[in-house]
T-cell receptor, first 111, second 112 residues
């Protein structure tokens, strides 16, 4: 069983739809990261969370430490949001900087 | 600021050849990392460094070596390349624990 599970693996949406991507993890963590990987391959850090909720523009990330679950929401989705979204956790007992990555959710937003 | 710069972007190696993947950051970050990304898999940590002169192994270090002589540079050395090292390699840095990561644009390496 993977330590970080994302769902869904693939997601197709129409422009304007509200999107939710889920991440569940099985280890104790010190922080959770949401990353965006563009079709060209580059990776951008979106959020780092250790509790609660963060918002940046149309993106919202939440985390429930007790349930070991995080969600990434995209409001009013746009074709430029098409990318792979990756959840990664910092294992509380792990070596410094050893992020455990999910396999990613591939999002395609159609105009 | 350039952020994290990786070179080259693409490279084809023959089995048994060696090469160095370069990574440089201009943000004065202490922590630097090398990851590899295989198709359909999550990124895996190869090596990391928490400061100049300090390096440590990650999850998949076999076949690789690193050095950290300056804060800015963290090169990854492949000795005796093997087909299993065909992957996309990402360098990343951050200021310290509890900070976000900055990633380089990646190096796509093919070993034939």
């Amino acid at each position: 069983k993977n330590e970080v599970e994302q769902s869904p693996q693939n997601l197709t949406a129409q422009e304007g739809e509200f999107i939710t991507i889920n991440c569940s993890y099985s280890v104790g963590i010190s922080a959770l990261h949401w990353l965006q990987q563009h079709p060209g391959g580059g990776i951008v850090s979106l959020f780092m969370l250790s509790s609660g909720k963060k918002k940046h523009g149309r993106l919202i990330a939440t985390i429930n430490i007790q349930e070991k679950h995080s969600s990434l929401h995209i409001t009013a989705s746009h074709p430029r949001d098409s990318a792979v979204y990756i959840c990664a956790v910092e294992d509380y007992g792990g070596s410094q900087g050893n992020l455990i990555f999910g396999k990613g959710t591939k999002l395609s937003v159609k105009p | 600021n350039a952020g994290v710069t990786q070179t080259p972007k693409f490279r084809i190696l023959k089995i048994g050849q060696s090469m160095t993947l370069q990574c440089a950051q201009d943000m004065n970050h202490n922590y630097m990392y090398w990851y590899r990304q295989d198709p359909g898999m999550g990124l895996k940590l190869i090596y990391y460094s928490v400061g100049a002169g300090i390096t440590d192994k990650g999850e998949v270090p076999n076949g690789y070596n690193v050095s950290r002589s300056t804060t800015e540079d963290f090169p990854l050395r492949l000795e005796l390349a093997a087909p299993s090292q065909t992957s996309v390699y990402f360098c990343a840095s951050r200021s310290g624990s509890y900070y976000g990561y900055t990633f380089g644009s990646g190096t796509r390496l093919t070993v034939v």
